[in-house]
Structure formats: C-alpha cells, structure tokens
C-alpha cells in the first residue's frame, strides 16, 4: 500500500467514516516509522487549518441588497406611502427592467428605503448571540441584552443603541461612523474591535478596545475619553469621572467565546481543537484511544481541566496538569 | 422612540445559522412581502452563499452575483415555497447548481472518470508574502490554488460538510474519485506548510 492510501484513511478518520479495520491499518502504518507518523500528524494539522475559510474581499450588504430589490417587485404593504416615493419606485423599476443601473438610480433607490426607516431589536435571551449588521459588522451579545439597528444604516452614519453588554466587530466604512448608545455613553468608532458593558443594575459602565480607536462619551455631559488598543473606560460612580485604564488581557472578554461542539469526533482531533482553544499542549499517552468517538457540546468558560474531564468520562481518563500549559492524559479505553 | 419589528426568536443565534424555527419565522413574513425580514435574513445568508460559490467559481463578482441570485429566486417563489430541507441547505443548492451550471457551460469542469489527475498545485508563491502566525492563511491560499475539481470536491467535503453519498450525486462521480481528490489535496496542502514552515525556520 502507498501513502496514499493511508491519507486517505487519515482523512475517513477525520470526516469520522473510518471502519474499525481500517483504524487498525492505519495505526499499525503510523507505527512502522516516524517519517510515517510525521506524514500522519501534518495531514490532521492541515485538516484543522482548514477549518475556516474566508473569502478574499469585502462584501458590501447595502449597495448588494439594493441590487436585489432592483430586479425583484416588493408590493407596498405600508399604507403611508407618499406618492413622490411611489413614482420613484416605478421610474426604479422601469430602468432595472431596462437592465441599466445607473448610479445615480442606486443612489435614490437607497434614499427611498431609508425613508421607510424599521428598526429591528435583537434580544438575546439566556444564550449569547452572534449576528451581523446590515453594514456586515459581526455583534456577539451577551445574555440577558438588547440590542436595536435600523434595518438599513443612514448613508452618513450607522447608530445603534445597547441595553446591556456587547463585543463588537465593526466593519470599516469610511465617512460613516459607528455609534453605540447606551443608557448612559456613546461610543462612536471608524471600523475597531471592543467591548460595551452598560448594565442597568450595575454601578459602573465599562468599554474595552481590543482594536483601533474608539470615544468614549458620557451621555448629558461633555466627558470623554479617547481609547486605543488594550485600553477601557469605566465609571466612578463616586466622583463622577470617567477613567481611562490599560488593560492588556482583555479576560472581560471571556464571554463572547463560544462552545466546542462535538460529533463522533476522533478523541485526538477534539483534544487538538482544545488545545488551539485554550492554548495549550495536551499530550495524550494511550494513542491506542486516540480514536474513540466524542460527541457533545462544551462550555469553554469552564476551566480547561474541568473541560477534559467533561470530554473525555466515557473513556475514563486519567487527566494530570503539569503546569499552566501542559496537560497529560493517561490510561483509559474507548467504551 | 425604537419600534420593534421582531420578537427575539427570530434572530440568529450563532453566526450564519439561524435556527429551523427562525428560519420558519422570517419565511412566513417574507411570504407576507415583509422587506425588513428578508433583509435580515440576507444580512445573515449572504456571506455564507458568496463564500460558497467564490470556492466553486473563484471569481468575485460572479460569486456575488450568483449569491444575489439566491435571494431573488428565493423571493420570487416565497408564495409557493414548500422547503423541506430547510432555508440554509435550499439557498445553498441554488447557488451550487448556479455554479456547477456556469463551470459546466464554461468547460471548467470535467468530472469525467478517466480525465486525468493533476499531480500537485504548482503555485504557492504567494505564500511568501505570509507571516508564521498565518499559517491558516497559507493554507487557504493553497485551498485556492488546487485545480477545479479538486478544490471543488475538497471544499465541499471539508467546509460544507458533505457525505461522499452527497458529493457523488451532486457531481456525478464515483466514491473512489472523490477520495482519490482528496488525497490530492490534502497532500498539496500539507506541501504548502512544509514550504511555510521552512521559510520560517531561520
């Protein structure tokens, strides 16, 4: 047999379709020399490299929607329409019938949605949510928070307004700054990375920079304060002043990560996705289990050793920590 | 001063997945021509669909177009649309018969059996331009430059999470070519960290 075919059966282990009789080829195969377990080991690596794939440009949700509203017919539902938007709309629709977009058209088929402004209010519940804006900026939410948007940002500026806590991926727009209100700030950006915690319950309010630059502006006062890359802002309730702190860690960020699903997973991937998650070695002793099939969802706010614990009960493992960064799995069989 | 046009349930709770009963709300106000909804959903659907189809066509502006197209098929059928599969996996066939269409028309693509098997990717220089840490970069960029048919089968394997039983009536081949691709690939890609990594080394 060439290598070739033990790739391949590295890859049925990897997509989970391996038979028991080929699991046995392929460790015996893994044995008979390192240059054959170094072959094995890239193989898995470029398996969990390529877990994410993204495309090589920018998408640009406003001028793409208006490309399909277009070439679509969107009957009026709203009773409110003035007749100017009306004729608008049919002149639009006679030129896309055409065929032609014109700029000039895009542009006022912009102006004529953003007169039917709708705001859509995202709450997010007990779990924490991931979605996207009109303008392609990704929102984790945290539980228990709200968020509201305009279903299409203004051509100048994007606003939204936060109740709670949210991290925020803002997609650059030049010329068109985003602002995030809350009970009591307003941070307004140019395309960043950070953290907005504004609980009613809470004393303090707290933003966090994880990229770019941000300000920072105490609502009904003139206080403010400018933040870059691994700095916050939080509140003292006792002399009213707004505090600019280093942060380099960012752990109020912990939140936003999300769990480790697995299903029917080989026991050597779901330790390697793991171990990338935490950042951290975990050398698993028994290759002989290397293979067992780990199937669930994890928290990953829990510690890491409570984490393999959880992963691995089936399998009865015993799990030791070395230190910070290495963990050692030994013993244990698949059930 | 904010109307609410939706309850919580609808929107996303993980990136680009909406849930079944999400899905099923915002389906049944695009059926009542509802915009602010099918806006929504593109906010939520687009990315994912373009990415699909830049994998197949490697052309921008045609992977966006055939995204677009998507939701106006989607749009134009909303009153007697009976998905079973789901709204997810049914603009994603959309886009894929699109695709596969287009490279067919094209000549692109020749999933034949006896077609003959490239050996390797040959171009990975871009990945001089990299740093270490980007090493899921370089391999992306790998992914890019695997020929059609491998890429495609590769992909479809790896990033939409095919069965061989599902690839192989997509595409019309057999198991063992889809395996035989896969090798391929996954042996180009492991020659572009070697490369990586070697660069990196000093």
């Known amino acids: 047999m060439n290598t070739d075919h033990y790739i391949s059966l590295i890859y049925k282990e990897l997509k ?33 490299e390529t877990e994410q794939y993204e495309i090589p440009f920018d998408l640009d949700h406003d001028s793409d929607f208006a490309k399909i509203k277009l070439t679509i017919n969107i009957p009026e539902v709203a009773s409110n329409v003035i007749p100017i938007q009306s004729r608008r709309r049919l002149w639009i629709n006679a030129v896309a019938a055409a065929a032609i977009v014109l700029l000039s058209a895009t542009f006022l088929f912009q102006n004529y949605f953003q007169d039917k402004e709708q705001w859509v209010e995202v709450e997010s519940g007990s779990e924490i949510m991931e979605f996207k804006l009109p303008d392609g900026s990704n929102i984790w939410l945290n539980a228990g928070s709200k968020l509201s948007y305009p279903s299409k940002f203004s051509i100048n500026e994007r606003l939204v307004k936060l109740t709670g806590e949210a991290f925020f991926e803002v997609s650059k727009k030049e010329g068109k700054p985003f602002q995030v209100t809350t009970n009591r700030i307003t941070v307004t950006v140019l395309g960043t990375q950070f953290n907005v915690r504004d609980i009613a319950n809470e004393k303090t309010f707290e933003v966090a920079v994880q990229e770019g630059k941000v300000r920072v502006q105490k609502n009904e006062s003139n206080q403010k304060v400018i933040l870059e890359k691994n700095e916050k802002a939080t509140y003292d309730e006792v002399n009213y002043l707004l505090n600019k702190l280093n942060d380099k860690n960012l752990n109020q960020l912990s939140w936003k990560r999300k769990r480790l699903k697995f299903n029917n997973t080989a026991l050597q991937t779901a330790l390697n996705k793991i171990a990338v998650h935490y950042n951290i070695n975990i050398k698993l002793e028994n290759k002989s289990i290397k293979d067992c099939h780990i199937s669930g969802s994890y928290s990953t706010k829990t510690e890491v050793l409570k984490l393999l614990q959880q992963v691995t009960t089936n399998q009865k493992i015993k799990i030791k920590k070395l230190n910070e960064t290495e963990y050692k799995l030994t013993g244990g069989t698949c059930k | 001063m904010f109307t609410s046009a939706f309850n919580n349930q609808l929107l996303p709770r993980t990136m680009n997945l909406l849930t079944s009963e999400q899905e099923n709300h915002l389906l049944e106000k695009i059926r009542q021509d509802n915009d602010t909804a099918f806006r929504v959903l593109f906010d939520n659907y687009y990315r994912y669909l373009t990415t699909i189809a830049y994998r197949y066509l490697k052309e921008r502006e045609k992977a966006k ?28 066939q959309v886009v894929v018969n699109k695709c596969l269409n287009h490279l067919r028309r094209e000549e692109r693509l020749d999933f034949s059996e006896n077609s003959k098997l490239p050996e390797t990717i040959t171009n990975i220089d871009a990945i001089h331009h990299l740093e270490k840490e980007d090493l899921q970069k370089t391999v992306q960029i790998a992914v890019d430059q695997l020929p059609n048919r491998c890429r495609i089968i590769f992909c479809m394997s790896r990033y939409e999470e095919k069965s061989h039983k599902e690839i192989s009536q997509e595409l019309g081949i057999t198991t063992k070519t889809i395996e035989n691709q896969i090798t391929i690939a996954l042996k180009a890609l492991r020659k572009a960290i070697h490369k990586t990594a070697m660069l990196f080394s000093f």
């Open chain 2, 65 to 92: 177009d055939f995204a677009q197209d998507a939701f106006v098929v989607l749009w134009n059928q909303r009153k007697d649309l009976n998905i079973k599969i789901g709204l997810k996996p049914y603009l994603r």
């Open chain 1, 16 to 48: 989970g379709i391996i038979s028991l009789e080929e699991v046995k080829q392929l460790s015996s195969w893994e044995l008979q020399s390192s240059k054959n377990q170094k072959i094995a080991t890239e193989i898995r690596q470029v398996w969990l």
